[in-house]
């Protein structure tokens, strides 16, 4: 009952979220949504309660420009959560990587034995493919060649090679799994 008062009072009154008991109710009634949402969006547990946070001291600091005339209490810390998490992501995107922290979708250079097997698995189905889609691929994928360049050496319209490598990754692909290749090795 008292939940609901309070919860009456917050859309009743401009001011109300600067009382720290509508506040409370307010994070009590809503930070899991809010959560969910900036967990959704930033894919981190804990940018996403800093995002939650963030947006119930917005909301705290702006409590005179709610009006719940324009909208429920829900809606508009739906909103300044929104910005938060946007504001996060421009933040950690306009942040440079630091230096020693290591890229996630590197391969593991500690197995030079497991490399090695999984470069002459490739090297054994690069054979078993046509010349022609073997040379495309090896110029563009592994000497990383654009296709116009691949073109004129190869004296051939650049949508030819084009489709030679959109064919020759097809038939790669039919020739890994022929030898037992399921793409996690």
């Known amino acids: 009952m008292r939940l609901r008062r309070l919860r009456q009072r917050a859309d009743q009154s401009v001011?109300?979220?600067?009382?720290?008991?509508?506040?409370?109710?307010?994070?009590?009634?809503?930070?899991?949504?809010?959560?969910?949402?900036?967990?959704?969006?930033?894919?981190?547990?804990?940018?996403?309660?800093?995002?939650?946070?963030?947006?119930?001291?917005?909301?705290?600091?702006?409590?005179?420009?709610?009006?719940?005339?324009?909208?429920?209490?829900?809606?508009?810390?739906?909103?300044?959560?929104?910005?938060?998490?946007?504001?996060?992501?421009?933040?950690?995107?306009?942040?440079?990587?630091?230096?020693?922290?290591?890229?996630?979708?590197?391969?593991?250079?500690?197995r030079p034995l497991e490399q090695l097997l999984v470069g002459l698995q490739m090297e054994e189905a690069l054979r078993r493919l046509s010349e022609q889609h073997r040379l495309v691929l090896v110029e563009i994928h592994l000497r990383d060649r654009p296709a116009g360049e691949v073109a004129a050496q190869l004296g051939l319209p650049v949508g030819t090679v084009r489709s030679r490598v959109y064919y020759g990754l097809k038939a790669l692909r039919l020739v890994l799994e022929e030898m037992g290749w399921h793409g996690d090795q």
């Open 15 to 110: 001011g109300s979220l600067a009382d720290d008991t509508v506040l409370r109710a307010a994070y009590d009634d809503h930070g899991s949504e809010l959560f969910a949402l900036a967990y959704r969006s930033l894919g981190d547990r804990g940018r996403a309660e800093e995002a939650v946070q963030e947006t119930f001291l917005r909301a705290w600091r702006g409590a005179d420009r709610y009006d719940p005339q324009r909208s429920a209490l829900r809606t508009w810390l739906y909103a300044i959560c929104r910005n938060v998490v946007i504001d996060a992501s421009r933040a950690r995107a306009a942040r440079p990587r630091l230096a020693d922290a290591e890229p996630p979708d590197l391969p593991v250079v500690e």
